[in-house]
């Protein structure tokens, strides 16, 4: 499984970007596919998750009601719309796929997109 993120920038506090994740390869054999974030000096942190099967997505308390995501199959494309933005919202945003290779879970990055909110 392949990644490319797209879609970061510059942006002033209430502003908005939408996050594209372009997914290639053997996109069927993935279980989950998710958002996390990681600012300087911090650890990584999950946004976003949402199972292939369905079901609601688990967003990140800190960014629930602003973010949304989204997939358009078809084009094994995922989404993260993001409003409202605050500066505690810069970080590296990465896309990740989660692909269940009995015995384990194996995960996929992107290389990810920088994510500025100005204040």
């Known amino acids: 499984v392949q990644l490319v993120e797209s879609g970061g920038g510059l942006v002033q506090a209430g502003g908005s970007l939408r996050l594209s994740c372009a997914a290639s390869g053997s996109t069927s054999s993935i279980n989950a596919m998710g958002w996390y974030r990681q600012a300087p000096g911090k650890a990584r942190e999950l946004v976003v998750v949402?199972?292939?099967?369905?079901?609601?997505?688990n967003y990140a308390d800190s960014v629930k009601g602003r973010f949304t995501i989204s997939r358009d199959n078809a084009k094994n494309t995922m989404y993260l719309q993001m409003n409202n933005l605050k500066p505690e919202d810069t970080a590296e945003y990465l896309c990740n796929a989660r692909v269940f290779t009995f015995p384990r879970f194996y995960d996929y990055w992107g290389q990810g997109t920088q994510v500025t909110v100005s204040s």
């Open positions: 949402t199972g292939s099967g369905g079901g609601s997505p």
